[in-house]
């Protein structure tokens, strides 16, 4: 499929973990973007990154939480030292260039911390 | 602050009848909104969009209204289906960023009965 992938769709953590979550974009989408929803609330915006460079991380909630992306492609979302308030649906989108409001969405990595 | 909202949490409608979902922001600066349909365990996709400068789009069975003066949108489904069951955001660029950071309602569920 050429969709948007995450990866894993479900996590399960203990409080005080660490956590990854990946996503892979549509190939030749250069924007790509890291929402979360957590139960009963819209997407939450976290951060934007165009090509490798995050222009904009305002929505990060604290510093326990990073994001990076290689080659213009795949991301990888960090949460260090989980808390029960992080449990959520972490969604990954992406976009072309001048398409930026279509954005196409992955299935989300449900993360839930006990 | 929640700068768009979607006061209903659920619609349920009758198969081959009108649906109308509503949106409600805050700030007369924003210039583009959109709507995006989720179904469970999928992301959302994108739907339809208007920008301020206009007051209606329409895209086959789906139409968009925008009330400036009332800072409303509304979504139009005619006539529905089934299949539209689903949970429908209404998102804004909340004013004027160059790139497709949103921000989203908290999401209505649709149940369209056969």
């Known amino acids: 499929g050429a969709g948007v992938s995450q990866s894993p769709s479900n996590k399960v953590t203990e409080k005080g973990k660490d956590v990854e979550l990946r996503c892979d974009p549509i190939?030749?989408?250069?924007?790509l973007y890291w929402y979360r929803q957590s139960l009963g609330q819209g997407l939450e915006f976290l951060i934007y990154?165009?090509?490798?460079?995050?222009?904009?991380k305002s929505g990060l909630p604290s510093d326990r939480f990073s994001a990076e992306r290689t080659g213009g492609s795949v991301s990888t979302l960090t949460i260090q030292r989980t808390q029960q308030e992080d449990s959520a649906v972490y969604l990954c989108?992406?976009?072309?260039?001048?398409?930026?409001?279509?954005?196409?969405f992955g299935p989300g990595t449900r993360l839930t911390v006990t | 602050d929640q700068q768009v909202k979607q006061n209903s949490p659920s619609l349920s409608v009758q198969e081959g009848r009108i649906s109308i979902l509503n949106c409600d922001y805050t700030?007369?600066?924003?210039?583009?909104f959109l709507w995006y349909k989720k179904y469970p365990a999928e992301g959302p996709t994108f739907l339809i969009s208007?920008?301020?400068?206009?007051d209606k789009n329409e895209d086959g069975r789906f139409t968009v209204f925008l009330n400036k003066s009332a800072k409303h949108l509304s979504l139009h489904i005619v006539p529905s289906q089934p299949g539209d069951s689903a949970v429908y955001f209404c998102?804004?660029?909340?004013?004027?960023?160059?790139?497709?950071?949103?921000?989203f309602g908290q999401g209505t569920i649709l149940t369209v009965h056969p």
């Open positions: 700030n007369s600066m924003f210039d583009y």
């Open positions: 998102a804004t660029n909340a004013g004027g960023t160059s790139y497709g950071k949103l921000t």
């Open positions: 208007i920008s301020s400068i206009k």
């Open positions: 989108a992406s976009s072309l260039v001048g398409s930026e409001y279509e954005q196409y």
């Open positions: 990154f165009q090509g490798n460079s995050a222009p904009d």
């Open positions: 190939s030749g989408h250069t924007a």
